[in-house]
Antibody
Framework: QVQLQESGPGLVEPSETLSLTCTVS????????WSWIRQSPGKGLEWIGY???????NYNPSLKSRVAISTDTSNRQFSLHLSSMTAADTAVYYC?????????WGQGRLVTVSS | QSVLTQPPSVSAAPGQQVTISCSGS????????AFWYQQLPGTAPKLLIY???KRPSGIPDRFSGSKSGTSATLDITGLQTGDEADYYC???????????FGGGTKLTVL
């Protein structure tokens, strides 16, 4: 059974960088695409980007200047870094398996941007 | 403003059937597969339909999907109160080079 679990801070100050990690079990990090998707409170889904371990990541152009996704195959993890956080970045952040469609999702991590 | 257009809400009685539409363009649904996700209240989305009309293991055949041109459709038959959820369509947009979703449709089973 494939399982994904997000970890990281639930509160980030404005202008700071968000760092989230997704730990994967039941699947090899090096065999699939992995993505981050977020959902603002009461809103729809927004794709942030994906990574395949041997390729350059692909990012949403609207976030490209602020986002970085990386993998750590030895620890079965992949990570999201989003800089210059503002209130508009307050959302539930999901790590998911897949690049263009998503068959397994983490439970989500609510990240609030506030001082 | 979502790239894919869905009705904000649909409703029907238990046992009835409902259809949820998803309208896109030639750069997304018209050029790639459509996918559907179900988000029950307070939970993460779950894959419901992939490759336009395929169901992952464990998804009942009451849920079916189709695609025609630049639009996709999700049909749910034999509605149950447990089907009350938000439903999202999604695909890849080749012009924008991004994953795109509809704004979501809230299903109410009256």
């Amino acid at each position: 059974q494939v399982q994904l679990q997000e970890s990281g801070p639930g509160l980030v100050e404005p202008s700071e960088t968000l760092s989230l990690t997704c730990t994967v079990s039941g699947a090899s990090i090096s065999s699939y695409y992995w993505s981050w998707i977020r959902q603002s409170p009461g809103k729809g889904l927004e794709w942030i980007g994906y990574i395949y371990y041997s390729e350059s990541p692909n990012y949403n152009p609207s976030l490209k200047s602020r986002v970085a996704i990386s993998t750590d195959t030895s620890n079965r993890q992949f990570s999201l870094h989003l800089s210059s956080m503002t209130a508009a970045d307050t959302a539930v952040y999901y790590c998911v398996r897949g690049g263009k469609w998503y068959d397994f999702w983490g439970q989500g991590r609510l990240v609030t941007v506030s001082s | 403003q979502s790239v894919l257009t869905q009705p904000p809400s649909v409703s029907a009685a238990p046992g009835q059937q409902v259809t949820i539409s998803c309208s896109g363009s030639s750069s997304n649904i018209g050029n790639d597969y459509a996918f559907w996700y179900q988000q029950l209240p307070g939970t993460a989305p779950k894959l419901l339909i992939y490759d336009n009309n395929k169901r992952p293991s464990g998804i009942p055949d009451r849920f079916s999907g189709s695609k025609s041109g630049t639009s996709a459709t999700l049909d749910i038959t034999g509605l149950q109160t447990g089907d009350e959820a938000d439903y999202y369509c999604g695909t890849w947009d080749n012009s924008l080079s991004v994953g795109v979703f509809g704004g979501g449709t809230k299903l109410t089973v009256l």
